[in-house]
């Protein structure tokens, strides 16, 4: 079923155009599959500026949940647009399309689309649009988490073909629109996202381009050799020469 998801994802987000959250133009695009530890997986494509900048925030604290991020500095390439898909754990073959970005300074806190709703249960920061492939904070850690900062980014996830599906609306109760909030969490120092409970996000690599080329390129032709072996042997005075043979 990872597959399969993978593969559409690649087949839509190859047609499709990064939706930006800004004006500026960009130059860099990065990838960011990941799957939450509720079963929920998503599959992003950020659009960012062509220079690294490094910004500094003061610590933010979540008053009803009695949770504080920490004032952190990251260095990172702005993010201006976004694209991509979220996949529901029980509705895997139907990709919901991440609709915007959200700007700097969003935050998304307490669990606000539960009923009722509930509180975090990790700490973040309102958003910085900073991405780093290489990891932001200084220095960085070898672990998971690091490529967004405390504060990271959110994006507005469209869930309106669930609602009006057949097969899954039944299943999902919620909005047409969710914000989703993607960061590090201080305290695990590995990524997480809101709304929900705030729950783990690990993320996935994306399948190797390469290895995959390389794959089509020696399984194609012994395809197509066996195909020709087959059509050789259908052939009426083949398949009598091999029974004389064998007799």
């Known amino acids: 079923m990872k597959n399969l998801k993978q593969f559409i994802f690649t087949a839509l987000i190859g047609a499709g155009t990064l939706l930006s959250g800004t004006s500026a133009s960009a130059t860099k695009i990065f990838s960011f599959n990941a799957e939450r530890a509720d079963g929920d997986t998503f599959?992003?494509?950020?659009?960012?500026?062509?220079?690294?900048?490094?910004?500094?925030?003061?610590?933010?604290?979540?008053?009803?949940?009695?949770?504080?991020?920490?004032?952190?500095?990251?260095?990172?390439?702005?993010?201006?647009?976004?694209?991509?898909?979220?996949?529901?754990?029980?509705?895997?073959?139907m990709p919901l399309p991440i609709k915007s970005l959200l700007p700097v300074g969003s935050i998304v806190e307490n669990s606000i689309y539960n009923t009722p709703p509930g509180l975090d249960t990790s700490a973040h920061s309102p958003t910085d649009n900073l991405f780093n492939p290489n990891k932001g904070f200084s220095p960085p850690w070898a672990g998971e988490g690091g490529k967004f900062s405390y504060g990271g980014v959110a994006f507005v996830v469209d869930f309106s073909s669930l609602v009006n599906?057949?097969?899954?609306?039944s299943l999902y109760s919620g909005p047409l629109e969710k914000d989703y909030q993607l960061y590090t969490d201080p305290g695990t120092l590995r990524y997480a996202g809101c709304p929900g409970s705030c729950v783990g996000v690990t993320e996935v690599p994306e399948p190797d381009t390469l290895l995959?080329?390389?794959?089509?390129?020696?399984?194609?032709?012994?395809?197509?050799s066996a195909r020709r072996r087959d059509q050789t042997r259908n052939e009426p005075g083949i398949q009598q020469s091999e029974t004389q043979t064998r007799g």
Do not use: C
């Open 43 to 93: 599959q992003i494509k950020l659009q960012t500026e062509d220079a690294l900048t490094t910004e500094s925030y003061g610590a933010h604290t979540n008053v009803a949940a009695g949770l504080t991020s920490p004032a952190y500095t990251f260095t990172g390439y702005k993010i201006t647009g976004i694209s991509g898909f979220w996949f529901e754990e029980f509705a895997l073959d």
């Open 212 to 224: 995959l080329s390389l794959g089509a390129t020696l399984v194609l032709p012994w395809m197509r």
């Open 165 to 169: 599906s057949p097969q899954y609306g």
